[in-house]
């Protein structure tokens, strides 16, 4: 059974840059894996920040920007805010129907 | 505005039943595919299972294949999921979410529900 990799934590300082990835145990993550992103904070639902690799959802801040690097999917927050300290998953589109999230990132700012 | 509200979640003996449902409001529910996603206590998010729009095909996880059953009407605005044999480990906030047009993402979320399965 395929696993979807994240790290399991980051901590960025307020205003700096963090990119967090999200990876495949077998195989390469592609735009056809159609990766997108979500940010919880605890106690909340999540919430959509990017989708079909690149594409930010409504009202999502221009800081949270999405991309392929190398075998991976990668969301990136530039210029860190302190609300941005949440858990951040990722979701892969695995073929014949099946979505998998990834096991999660918990980003600090400090 | 879109909502969902999720709702029959409660305290259910290992082996037994409950059927949650999803109330949709503020858009067109039949043109678009539901999901329902799960978070145990403490852990990450499970993709559970998801129904087009129509709710001719419907898809589910290893873990609850053969268990579990989602369906939809249509006419109520209404996603459900039939949870049978219960286990403890299906233990978790059950989210109720809409697919974002064709594509392979939830675009908005319910609050949850929660399903505890204990003796």
């Known amino acids: 059974q395929t696993v979807v990799t994240q790290e399991p934590s980051f901590s960025v300082s307020p205003g700096g840059t963090v990119t967090l990835t999200c990876g495949l145990s077998?195989?390469?993550?592609?735009?056809?894996?159609?990766p997108s992103w979500y940010q919880q904070t605890p106690g909340q639902a999540p919430r959509t920040l990017i989708y079909?690799?690149?594409t930010r959802s409504s009202g999502v801040p221009d800081r949270f920007s999405g991309s392929i690097l190398g075998n991976k999917a990668a969301l990136t927050i530039t210029g860190a805010q302190a609300d941005d300290e949440s858990d951040y998953y990722c979701?892969?589109?695995?073929?014949?129907?099946?979505?998998?999230f990834g096991t999660g990132t918990k980003v600090t700012v400090l | 505005e879109v909502q969902l509200l999720e709702s029959g979640g409660g305290l259910v003996q290992p082996g037994g039943s409950l059927r949650l449902s999803c109330a949709a409001y503020?858009?067109?529910?039949?043109?678009?595919?539901m999901s329902w996603v799960r978070q145990a206590p403490g852990k990450g998010l499970e993709y559970v299972s998801r129904?087009?729009?129509?709710?001719?095909?419907?898809y589910y996880a290893d873990s609850v294949k053969g268990r579990f059953t989602i369906s939809r009407d249509n006419s109520k605005n209404t996603l459900y999921l039939q949870m049978n044999s219960l286990r403890a480990e299906d233990t978790a906030l059950y989210y109720c979410?809409?697919?974002?047009?064709?594509?392979?993402?939830?675009?908005?979320w319910g609050q949850g529900t929660l399903v505890t399965v204990s003796s």
């Open positions: 979410a809409k697919r974002g047009g064709t594509t392979h993402y939830c675009d908005y």
């Open positions: 503020g858009f067109t529910f039949s043109k678009y595919g």
């Open positions: 129904i087009t729009g129509s709710g001719g095909s419907t």
């Open positions: 077998s195989g390469s993550v592609s735009t056809n894996s159609y």
């Open positions: 079909n690799t690149d």
């Open positions: 979701l892969l589109y695995m073929g014949s129907g099946i979505s998998v």
